[in-house]
């Protein structure tokens, strides 16, 4: 059976292709137009899984899209009207997108379709799963379980900002939601904002900020107090209560009351790209991510004793809150945690075709795929050498090809233990928001400058935020408490306490920049300010070539670990092609870039001529 999953029209469209139960090809649209976070339909990431599959659209034997857009209309016109006259703003504005588009869905897929070839067969196989249980299923089917609780939790879907379910063999049971306009990811996401930073956009930035804050003090410990007990009630199931007098999403076009907010908590909403961060935010930061950590705790203990079982599956978009993910790893709640690596929206694309595989048509499950069904998440676009040759003919770009991968290997760790920067682009392109070692961008984790270089003169993003290690999986007890696979970047561990460098009496006290600089451990690039990092374990099965240049690094430096974050620069879409790549690479301070077989020194580089600037073309996030 072949079914192509679709998900469009908020944010993160993407599509995906299953093929008797096996995923055949998985990408987000804002990979090939290069607009981040894309909402529109994904028509180039349709075109790649039709052709890498093989199949004409008349070839498919389902469509399945990620949510219901008629139960979104009933939540928005039963909010309206819950709310009235409050809103009326917001109604005006939001009706006529949903009178002559969203409506009418199933036309607006079918005309997109039409670029395809003849939709009408596809169309009468035409399935609109829920969007949280699109989310469930991405995570239940890809998982290496046929028995688990599964937890969801993000903004809203139709009414669900968050669901409990139970997976066992080919079945998937909704047992427990929470409904709008209560939400555990509406409430970080109103902290996002608050803080200045962007909605669905910024909420890892929070995240990032979090570890700034002063832990154990008396203003963190009054931010929480103020949270629990004026803008919420978490419940002892993790179900939260959110007091709406304090926000604005429902019915409004801001995510809160700023306000009432700047009165509760002493201090007025940040203005993005104005204002400087300073200790209040941090502190802020930290007592909502607490809340956060706390809420998901609760949620997943309710999910286990619901459903008995000792393995849990995570979707949504705060399933991408590494640290929470880490603490209820910690927690030992369950002995097994499976996270889905696209778990946003992206994700839903995925999880609208298992949902109508495995649970519609009751394609069989008996033995789940190991170590789990995302082939390490690489399921877009590869490299192909012939591309790369065409890229640099246009550009008179000098290379340097390797037939030998091991010589490859050799030359590249050799640049990155001089403290070279690398951009690197092998085979095929990762599903989710993270850099799993396919368009990456790499560096040495013993550079003290290596976290300023990167995010100052490559990234262009701001200076507080971590870069995250990727250790082969075989040594990452040497280095991190850690004892599970992490192969998608989606959980937070300690740095061994014998890594670690003593801090002075008067760090809690310091400034965000002096603790940054201050060098924490053996590893100060990838060593958060609070002595954590956010692991991905590199896997031989997965990516041998990754793994294979991880083990050469290891060979001359003795640290079987690099610095590994996105390839882009900020407000960018990571890279699909080696045209994006060759891009990115001449437009920052990046020293060395190895497409597939080929590597390009930037000294032999000609000098960039084109006058196009990345700070016009991207949207900062």
């Known amino acids: 059976m072949k079914v192509l999953g679709i998900s469009a029209f908020y944010h993160d469209s993407a599509a995906a292709l299953l093929q008797d139960g096996r995923i055949i090809a998985a990408a987000q649209e804002e990979r090939f137009t290069r607009k981040k976070h894309d909402p529109g339909f994904p028509t180039h990431a349709v075109r790649y899984c039709l052709e890498e599959a093989g199949l004409k659209l008349e070839d498919l034997d389902a469509v399945a899209f990620y949510d219901k857009p008629l139960l979104k209309f009933e939540r928005l016109l039963e909010t309206y009207y819950g709310f009235a006259p409050k809103g009326i703003k917001s109604f005006l504005m939001s009706m006529p997108v949903w009178m002559k588009e969203k409506l009418f869905l199933k036309k607006l897929i079918r005309d997109e379709l039409k670029a395809f070839g003849d939709p009408g067969a596809v169309m009468k196989k035409l399935y609109f799963p829920e969007h949280h249980l699109s989310h469930a299923a991405s995570a239940y089917y890809a998982s ?3 028995d688990s609780a599964v937890l969801t939790i993000d903004g809203v879907g139709e009414w669900a900002t968050a669901s409990i379910c139970h997976g066992k063999g080919k079945d998937l049971t909704i047992l427990r939601e929470l409904h709008f306009p209560h939400s555990l990811g509406l409430l970080y996401s109103a902290f996002t904002y608050f803080c200045g930073f962007r909605v669905n956009s910024g909420e890892y930035k929070l995240m990032g900020l979090a570890p700034y804050g002063r832990q154990g003090s008396a203003e963190v410990a009054r931010y929480v107090e103020v949270i629990t007990k004026e803008l919420m009630t978490l419940n002892a199931d993790g179900s939260v209560w959110l007091d709406q007098r304090y926000f604005d999403y429902a019915t409004g076009l801001r995510m809160v009351n700023d306000a009432a907010w700047a009165k509760l908590f002493g201090f007025p909403r940040r203005e993005p790209e104005k204002d400087e961060l300073v200790q209040h935010h941090c502190d802020l930061a930290l007592a909502i991510q607490q809340v956060t950590e706390e809420a998901v705790v609760r949620m997943a203990r309710e999910a286990q004793r619901l459903t008995g079982s000792e393995h849990l599956c995570m979707a ?21 945690i499976f996270i889905q690596p696209a778990a946003g929206d992206a994700g839903g694309a995925l ?16 033995t789940a795929q190991q170590p789990d069904a995302m082939q390490g998440s690489y399921l877009g676009p590869a490299v192909v050498a012939q591309d790369v040759e065409r890229l640099a003919r246009r550009y008179g770009a000098p290379f340097h090809r390797f037939a030998d991968t091991a010589a490859l290997m050799e030359r590249t760790s050799a640049l990155l233990a001089e403290g070279k920067v690398v951009g690197w682009v092998q085979g095929r392109m990762e599903f989710g928001p993270r850099a799993l070692g396919a368009r990456s961008i790499l560096g040495d984790p013993r550079d003290t400058e290596m976290q300023k270089k990167l995010n100052l003169k490559i990234k262009y993003r701001e200076s507080f935020r971590p870069f995250a290690p990727a250790v082969l999986h075989e040594d990452r007890a040497n280095y991190f408490e850690l004892t599970t696979r992490s192969p998608y970047m989606l959980l937070v561990r300690p740095v061994h306490a014998s890594l670690r460098k003593p801090l002075p009496a008067e760090y809690p006290q310091m400034g965000i920049r002096e603790k940054l600089y201050h060098d924490r451990s053996t590893l100060p690039a990838i060593t958060h300010v609070d002595f954590s990092a956010r692991v991905q374990t590199v896997h031989r099965e997965t990516n041998p070539r990754f793994h294979a240049l991880i083990s050469a690094f290891k060979a001359k430096t003795g640290t079987g670990m690099l610095v590994n974050t996105s390839f882009n620069v900020r407000g960018e879409p990571i890279v699909c092609t080696p045209e994006d790549a060759y891009r990115c690479f001449m437009r920052t301070e990046m020293d060395v870039l190895v497409l597939g077989d080929h590597l390009f020194l930037k000294p032999e580089q000609p000098a960039w001529q084109r006058t196009d600037n990345w700070k016009e073309e991207f949207v900062l996030d």
């Not at 949504?316 to 097994?336: I, P, T, W």
């Not at 999880?351 to 008996?366: K, L, Q, S």
């Open 144 to 146: 290496p379980f046929t």
């Open 316 to 336: 949504g978009g705060v399933a991408l809150n590494c640290v929470a993910n880490g603490k209820l790893l910690e927690s030992g709640v369950f002995k097994e």
């Open 351 to 366: 999880g609208a075709a298992y949902a109508v595989h495995h649970i519609h048509h009751g394609g069989a499950r008996d």
